[in-house]
Structures are given as structure tokens and as C-alpha cells.
């Protein structure tokens, strides 16, 4: 049987799109709980912590935890449900959740129980060491995804995303801005945000913006996604 396509016409219609932005190219990035993160990628992660902790890790920064499955190192979630579960064994009133952005560098994967290098990536060049979503792992009972950075100096707080009322938020979020605006990074990380992709411009540099052909809506070139009104 032989088909002829020569004839065959198709009419497409296109009223928007949606990308997946993997952090290799832009800051901040929330990946999806089973996507690989690049190396050398910036992410959104989160972190649980107690409130007496959470002062100390805005003035100080992070430590090394000394021990955990995956050894030594800060130990982050991209799954915010994960963050909102620590501390262990302690009351939702004593628990606050940081949004953070970390530098992961080169990242190891361990999908395993005993896997030869589930404590000592570190050692064999890797910054970060990544634990897929319901990889099988009896260490992670939640089967929800979990990051270890090695060098602290690669995690930093950008805000509070969960905290067990508006006063220790309120508290927690005044440290916050004083500690970074001492740092020098509270301005640098706030100013030039493109309204449009919500992301930081490079240096003060305008995005390009253009118009929708079909809604007229105004766009930034860098927009992850963009659906016309009216069209889901």
C-alpha cells in the first residue's frame, strides 16, 4: 500500500507556550521533584529548621551537619512538603522553612542504599549530592527528593517561606533584610527584576520586550510560559 503525503495540508494553531527552564542558564529555578539539576545550576530549594535555629543560620549562615545518609554537608529540599517535616520530632509551632538558593556545582546522584559513594561524593570532586524522588531507599522513608551541599558557603537564605505565626515571620524577615543589606546583597538581589519574567536583569539591563501577535499582551522574551486569555 503506498500513500502519497504531496497533498496532505495541516492547519496549526499556536496560542502560547511553556518551557522547562533546568537552572543551567538562569538563577533560582524551581525544578520538578524527579528533574535532574545541572551542574553548576542555581535553585530554589528549601530548608526546615527550629526558630532558635533559624536566627542563628540568618546571622551566622549555614553549618555542616555532621552526620546524615549522605554525610557530611547542608542538607536541602527542592519539595517544600519535605522542609515543612523538620526538625524531627518537633511541634509545628517550633518550625520554620527558608526559601534558599543554592549553588549546587558538580552534582552525584545516589539512587541506592550502599551506594559506594553515598558518603564520600565529596571527596571524588562533587559539590552536591542528589537523591531522586521515590528512588527505593529505605534512608529516605517520605520517598520525597533530597540534596546534600557540601561547602555551606553555596547555600543562602532569601526568605521565609513557612514560620509558625506572623511575628516570627515578621522577626525572622526583619534579620533577614538587616543581614543581607550588611552583606551587601540585600539590594543587589531585590533591585532590576524584569516586571514581566520576574527575573533579575544582568548588570541593569533591560529585557527585550514584545507584543503577542495573537492577544496583543505585552511579553518578555524570556517568559517561561505565556498562554493567551481566554485559551487554558
Same mark, same amino acid.
Given at each position: 500500500?503506498?500513500?502519497?503525503?504531496?497533498?496532505?495540508?495541516?492547519?496549526?494553531? @499556536?496560542?502560547?507556550?511553556?518551557?522547562?527552564?533546568?537552572?543551567?542558564?538562569?538563577?533560582?529555578?524551581?525544578?520538578?521533584?524527579?528533574?535532574?539539576?545541572?551542574?553548576? !545550576?542555581?535553585?530554589?530549594?528549601?530548608?526546615?529548621?527550629?526558630? =532558635?535555629? =533559624?536566627?542563628?543560620?540568618?546571622?551566622?549562615? @549555614?553549618?555542616?551537619?555532621?552526620?546524615?545518609?549522605?554525610?557530611? !554537608?547542608?542538607?536541602?529540599?527542592?519539595?517544600?512538603? #519535605?522542609?515543612? /517535616?523538620?526538625?524531627?520530632?518537633?511541634?509545628?509551632?517550633?518550625?520554620?522553612? @527558608?526559601?534558599?538558593?543554592?549553588?549546587?556545582?558538580?552534582?552525584?546522584?545516589?539512587?541506592?542504599?550502599?551506594?559506594?559513594?553515598?558518603?564520600?561524593?565529596?571527596?571524588?570532586?562533587?559539590?552536591?549530592?542528589?537523591?531522586?524522588? *521515590?528512588?527505593?531507599?529505605? =534512608?529516605? *522513608?517520605?520517598?520525597?527528593?533530597?540534596?546534600?551541599? @557540601? &561547602?555551606? #558557603?553555596?547555600?543562602?537564605?532569601?526568605?521565609?517561606?513557612?514560620?509558625? &505565626?506572623?511575628?516570627?515571620?515578621?522577626?525572622?524577615?526583619?534579620?533577614?533584610?538587616?543581614?543581607?543589606?550588611?552583606?551587601?546583597?540585600?539590594?543587589?538581589?531585590?533591585?532590576?527584576?524584569?516586571?514581566? /519574567?520576574?527575573? *533579575?536583569?544582568?548588570?541593569?539591563?533591560?529585557?527585550?520586550?514584545?507584543? /503577542?501577535?495573537?492577544?496583543?499582551?505585552?511579553?518578555?522574551?524570556?517568559?517561561? *510560559?505565556?498562554? /493567551?486569555?481566554?485559551?487554558?
Amino acid at each position: 500500500l503506498a500513500v502519497s503525503h504531496s497533498h496532505i495540508r495541516m492547519s496549526v494553531q @499556536f496560542y502560547g507556550w511553556e518551557v522547562v527552564d533546568d537552572g543551567a542558564s538562569y538563577t533560582g529555578v524551581l525544578l520538578e521533584p524527579s528533574q535532574r539539576p545541572q551542574n553548576r !545550576g542555581v535553585y530554589t530549594m528549601y530548608h526546615g529548621t527550629s526558630v =532558635a535555629s =533559624a536566627r542563628l543560620i540568618i546571622a551566622n549562615g @549555614f553549618q555542616q551537619s555532621q552526620r546524615g545518609m549522605l554525610g557530611k !554537608g547542608v542538607y536541602v529540599s527542592r519539595d517544600k512538603k #519535605k522542609a515543612q /517535616c523538620y526538625p524531627l520530632n518537633s511541634s509545628s509551632s517550633n518550625r520554620v522553612v @527558608f526559601e534558599l538558593r543554592v549553588r549546587v556545582g558538580r552534582v552525584k546522584r545516589i539512587d541506592m542504599d550502599n551506594h559506594p559513594m553515598q558518603f564520600t561524593w565529596h571527596t571524588h570532586g562533587y559539590d552536591t549530592a542528589w537523591v531522586p524522588p *521515590k528512588c527505593g531507599m529505605m =534512608a529516605v *522513608k517520605s520517598g520525597k527528593e533530597e540534596d546534600c551541599v @557540601f &561547602d555551606p #558557603k553555596r547555600v543562602t537564605v532569601v526568605g521565609i517561606a513557612d514560620a509558625p &505565626d506572623t511575628t516570627i515571620r515578621t522577626e525572622l524577615q526583619e534579620l533577614l533584610a538587616k543581614t543581607s543589606k550588611k552583606s551587601g546583597r540585600g539590594d543587589g538581589d531585590s533591585a532590576d527584576v524584569c516586571p514581566l /519574567c520576574k527575573r *533579575k536583569t544582568q548588570q541593569g539591563a533591560q529585557h527585550i520586550k514584545q507584543q /503577542c501577535w495573537k492577544c496583543g499582551q505585552n511579553l518578555c522574551i524570556l517568559m517561561s *510560559k505565556h498562554f /493567551c486569555p481566554g485559551r487554558p
